[in-house]
């Protein structure tokens, strides 16, 4: 009897290791729009994941540069909704002599400004005759 248990012990451990899930888990926080590192992952398995949690993989961080979507605590697993790739979206000005290139989007544009919105959600407003408010 105590040998079948103790099979039956072995044969659980055995198997549920079989059926685990190869996921990526957040070893630190990890905050709103912050680029995610391989310093800042683990490689880990879980017997199960969200429903609607489709994990990521660790080449997925080795060939893009990957963003968090939101705020990640300790412990977390990632998913592939929870990131996002990084674009850089640049707007080039070019004031006769002088170029400027700043990151983010036009969002309104007139003869004496032009406002930006930044990755951070910040607005920028630059005049067309260099100042910057």
């Known amino acids: 009897m105590l040998r079948l248990s103790s099979l039956l012990l072995l044969i659980a451990i055995f198997s ?3 059926f685990a899930i190869n996921v990526v888990i ?3 926080d990890i905050h709103f729009n912050e680029f995610i590192t391989l310093e800042m992952i683990t490689p ?3 017997q199960n994941v969200k429903r609607h949690c489709n994990p990521t993989t660790i080449n997925d961080f080795k060939t893009k540069k990957l963003q968090a979507t939101h705020y990640m605590k ?3 697993v990632i998913c ?7 674009n850089n979206k640049s707007v080039l ?12 989007k036009i969002i ?3 003869d004496e400004y032009i406002r930006i919105k930044k990755s951070n959600g910040d607005i920028e407003k630059i005049y067309k005759d260099g100042r910057i408010k």
């Not at 592939?80 to 990084?86: A, L, S």
């Not at 000005?93 to 983010?104: D, Q, T």
């Open 80 to 86: 592939k909704d929870d990131v996002k790739e990084f």
């Open 74 to 76: 300790k412990g977390f």
């Open 108 to 110: 309104f544009e007139n």
């Open 16 to 18: 549920s290791k079989l």
């Open 44 to 46: 880990g398995k879980v």
């Open 26 to 28: 957040a070893k630190n």
């Open 93 to 104: 000005f070019n004031f006769g002599s002088i170029e400027i290139e700043k990151n983010g």
